[in-house]
């Protein structure tokens, strides 16, 4: 057979001798394809959604799709994949951004679709085990009636296990923490087909290696995850959503640090440039001013809220905000934030047949206007059209640059964006990616951010899995 | 030159050849006097203070101590050592409970007791830089005047780097987390004398593995630490402390997961049994109750604390529990917590000549109870001297046996008694370490808990260290 992967597979040193040829990575498929039967798929339409998924990085299909039901199945195919070096990509939604999910060297897609359970719901310790295929909104219509949430919420209604492999959070984060925070526990199935679960239910541990947060964020290049334990927490008594308008980008990021500064306790803080806004109101049909906005949440008790209300109002008014505008009706607050999370596919109306590159630099607070105003003049001195949006509570904002990728020449003035606006981060002592993970997209940049400890990551890399066959080419690149 | 550990850093195989024979370990120690003259030391005293420290495991001295004062020195230190496989174990304030700084195979002790720089606050991002040797109460106190806090908080006046080696919390990890939560990034030097820096100050980043928390635990067996970024906290408008004493120890714990589930914002909640309230009254000279009791602190604005103090005083009456005592002026507060930071110089006061094992499981909240009272029930059928007390409001608690060392029997039964409590813990879903981290004395119980993860924390070690100079013979043995 082609197989465009088989010097990847071998680029590393093993530990251990192989165990048979690559080159019968046919046998391995074949054998899959018997044992799974309908559970394996090499149809070229589903292999090609695969291989691409949310991003502007060109579609690489893997060889084929299995789609498995249980952890002792992952083991079975991490064997098989392994006697011939057969790469092995977990997919869960597809809702990444930086072709996490291509095969460069084909191999399998291994889809959790069927693996949905909601384990357990622990309510006394506000935890739950779930698989890996259980997406965010499905988790949380689960809980509904416990009066517990879990909240960390990407904009895509992405699975838990994908959201662990990216160390993903979203608007919630700047109260609730990310999935870095938010994991409690893991069950992976490693390379070499050992299952190991990396803690137990206690809140901390220091029993040895944190091993929940090396996989964490991995991106299945450590190992598969086939469950995950996850914290939750008590829905407030109230939640209020609020709107802000401001009359210029620095007045509502500094309004923003203010507020984290004097920490009010938000549970949302979100930036809309202009253009973003005006991209929500076409897409989710609102009718907002198309200047630079806030959207808010508040939790606490009632009073509690209210105050952290009046508190932002006063911030928000010596910055040149307001007037602000609050829900409480649940209708209203759901309506707001579908249009915030719907943001990506409302950019990408401003500009039909465009894709989108979304970035996703994140720096300290206190650099947080100084970002965003130089990166929105580099946006007008470019010509861009490239909305911004961000949570910028936590000092992470997204441009999304519209591409018409028959133009090279303006693919090569979005990467030069991108490149000058992450050097700008760097510089702040931010980071090349706050939430979306470094997949193929971001791997150029990872040895300006992290130096000699990509050389650490490649360590633990060739350790954990010797013949590189846990989502390669990913992350680190080998040897 | 007799060198008990010869062996034991040959054990593995390394990735590369040996740059020199081991035998030349001599030359190495004569090369490092040379170089740090005063600030080298081979005098018995200053070894065996340095290779005991605060636990019942027996004193193993390294073969000389060293003091750098920057983070080149550590690595000319490492290159030195890595040449002959001269062990080299970081010291910070001696204060951990595992043997984590005992020279089971001699070398090099570490000692960072001459970097003390807070190297940068950075206010508006409450973050600040320091060097390893900062204590935690040397931080808050340099960083008095500015608002902000640093909350981590072990018994005892322990090294920023040491806490961070062994994941640390202390009384106020139930509200604002432990070292795995506040460190930002480190600066490490690695086995093969490379300088790591795990991360900027952006709050979050999903750029590759996560450095950061893989050093955070490792106590010094992965990298040397020798620079922290840590997060700070803005003090709250009030504190008050109070104290709470209950008819059983059943009615306290019941008591602190209500306060926990109902997410009262709890700063801390610390549970003392009689016998630690006795120990605590006669070293502290205070005159509590001799029942159990609960130590609490409130954080918030002045009416949200107290609002929470009477949310507190109806759960504690439903339980058994008050009149609730509380204070407010600082001086009366920071005497209550002195009082419970010294609670094991005082559980030692109990029987004088006796040492303590101190145990640290940690359990899901909802099983703290049973926890408690079954290993209460297990303490009197032992008849051990063993003072509890613990931070309940993560569902962690320390007994504290105190043992005769001249009587084998009772060594064994302590061991039996410490073997009991962590199966116990474990079959709760909990972990055999909340906080002091595995050192020597836990790692016996490491397979017990996390099964075929250790043979990964083996593969990382054995990448990152080949040679196992760092800190060798703790948390996991190799090979």
Redesign the interface.
């Known amino acids: 057979m082609t197989c465009p992967g088989a010097n990847a597979v071998n680029i590393l040193e093993p530990h251990d001798p192989p165990a048979a040829a690559p080159g019968d990575r046919a046998a391995t498929l074949a054998g899959l394809k018997t044992r799974f039967g309908a559970r394996y798929s090499d149809s070229l339409a589903l292999r090609e959604q695969h291989g691409h998924t949310t991003t502007w990085i060109p579609n690489q299909p893997p060889d084929a799709v299995v789609f498995p039901e249980s952890t002792a199945e992952v083991v079975d195919i991490v064997n098989a994949c392994r006697a011939t070096r057969t790469p092995i990509i977990a997919f869960g939604a597809g809702s990444s951004l930086e072709g996490h999910l291509n095969a460069p060297f084909g191999g399998i897609s291994l889809d959790f679709s069927r693996m949905k359970r909601v384990l357990e719901v ?1 309510a ?4 739950c085990e779930v698989e890996p295929g259980v997406t965010r909104k499905e988790l949380n219509h689960h809980l509904h009636n416990t009066g517990l949430f879990f909240p960390v919420d990407p904009g895509a209604d992405a699975t838990l296990g994908g959201m662990a492999a ?4 979203g608007t919630n ?1 700047v109260r609730y923490g ?1 999935m ?2 938010c994991v409690l526990n893991l069950t992976a199935v ?1 390379a070499d087909g ?18 929940t ?2 996989l ?3 991106e299945g290049t ?1 190992g598969i995850i086939t469950a995950l334990g996850v914290r939750l ?2 829905l407030p008594e109230a939640i209020l959503a609020a709107v802000c308008p401001f009359t210029t980008l620095d007045g509502a990021c500094r309004t923003a ?1 203010a507020a984290i ?3 009010l306790g938000l549970a949302r803080i979100e930036l809309l440039d202009p253009l973003q806004v005006k991209a929500v109101n076409a897409y989710s049909k609102l009718s907002l001013a198309e200047i630079p906005t806030l959207f808010l949440e508040f939790h606490g008790t009632r009073a ?1 809220a209210l105050e952290q209300v009046e508190m932002f109002k006063e911030l928000a008014s010596a910055e040149g905000g307001g007037p602000l505008d609050w829900a409480e009706r649940p209708e209203d607050r759901s309506r707001l934030w579908q249009a915030r999370h719907d943001s990506y596919w409302a950019g990408l109306g401003l500009r039909p047949g465009a894709r989108a590159l979304a970035t ?1 630099v ?5 650099r947080l206007a100084d970002c965003v105003t130089e990166t929105y003049a580099d946006i007008e001195e470019m010509k861009l059209i490239a909305p911004i949006v961000g949570h910028v509570g ?3 904002f997204h441009v999304l640059p519209l591409i018409d990728m028959s133009d090279p020449g303006e693919v090569r003035a979005v990467e030069v964006f991108n490149e000058r606006l992450i050097a700008r ?2 510089a702040m ?10 997949g193929s997209g ?1 791997m150029k ?2 040895h300006k ?9 490649k ?2 890399k ?3 899995d010797p013949y590189n066959i846990l989502n390669p080419g990913k ?2 690149a080998m040897p």
Chains 1, 2 share one sequence.
């Open positions: 622990n006394e310790d506000m935890d990216t160390r993903a959070s984060a990310t870095r925070d490693m050992s299952v190991v679960k990396t803690g137990g239910r206690a809140r901390k541990s220091s029993a040895g290696y944190d091993l947060r090396l964490v964020g991995s450590l927490f008590g640090i500064q004097l920490n509690g996703d994140c720096v300290p607070v206190s936590d000092g992470n981060a760097l002592g931010g980071t090349c990616t706050g939430e979306h993970g470094v971001k940049y990872l951010e992290h130096g000699a400890g990509v050389e650490v990551m360590a633990i060739r350790a954990l992350i680190v």
